[in-house]
Structure formats: C-alpha cells, structure tokens
C-alpha cells in the first residue's frame, strides 16, 4: 500500500499563508504516483473528516469544498510524487488536522498520511 507523509503543518495568523506537501513512496509494482487520484481532508476534535481538495490524475481537474474556494489550491508534481495544498487568506476556522489520502484509479477508501496540524490564530 502507498505510504504518504504529509509537512508543511504550523501556527500562523489569520490571513496568513501556508503550503502544504504530501509525499509519496513504496509503490505496488506497476503503479505510478501518477496513477492516484489525491485529496486533502481535514479534521477537528468531536466532527468528521472533511473533503477540502481534490486532484485527478491525468485530467488534473480539480475541486473544492466551498469554504475554501478560492482561498486553498490544490495541485500535483507527478515527478516528485507530491501534492500540495496552497492555503492563502487563512482564517481561524481551517485550524485542524490536514491529512493526505491516495487512491488508485480513484476507487475505495485508499491510504492515508499521518496529518499535519495546521493552526490559524485570530
């Protein structure tokens, strides 16, 4: 199963900016980073795991969840099996846990990363 690792976490004010990363390695034979529909959820104590960003794969179309849209953007560097989540405007409210999920073909759950802790402070 991919392994993924998430960085770019850290306490920033509100309005700031943050650029996230997720990496990722330890391939099935024949697959490519390439192959893997990415996506950043969030999550905060007590609520559910939240969709904030999509990317496909070839296609590269992308999608938001509307309380990021146009603030956050999402995009992939399939040489360096990475996807990033460029986070501008922060406001207090994004403040979570930021994880990275991989899907190959974009089907089933997929793999997850570790998270990163993203704080926005007022």
């Known amino acids: 199963q991919v392994q993924l690792v998430e960085s770019g976490g850290d306490l920033v004010q509100s309005g700031g900016s943050l650029r996230l990363s997720c990496t990722a390695s330890?391939?099935?034979?024949?697959?490519?980073?390439?192959?893997?529909?990415m996506r950043w959820y969030r999550q905060v104590p007590g609520k559910e795991r939240e969709l904030v960003a999509a990317?496909?794969?070839?296609?590269?179309?992308?999608d938001y969840a509307d309380s990021v849209k146009g603030r956050f953007t999402i995009s992939r560097d399939n040489t360096r099996n990475t996807v990033y989540l460029q986070m501008n405007s922060l406001k207090p409210e994004d403040t979570a846990v930021y994880y990275c999920?991989?899907?190959?073909?974009?089907?089933?759950?997929?793999?997850w990363g570790q998270g990163t802790q993203v704080t926005v402070s007022s």
């Open positions: 990317i496909a794969t070839t296609t590269r179309i992308t």
């Open positions: 999920n991989a899907r190959f073909n974009n089907r089933g759950n997929g793999s």
């Open positions: 330890k391939f099935t034979p024949g697959h490519t980073f390439s192959m893997y529909a």
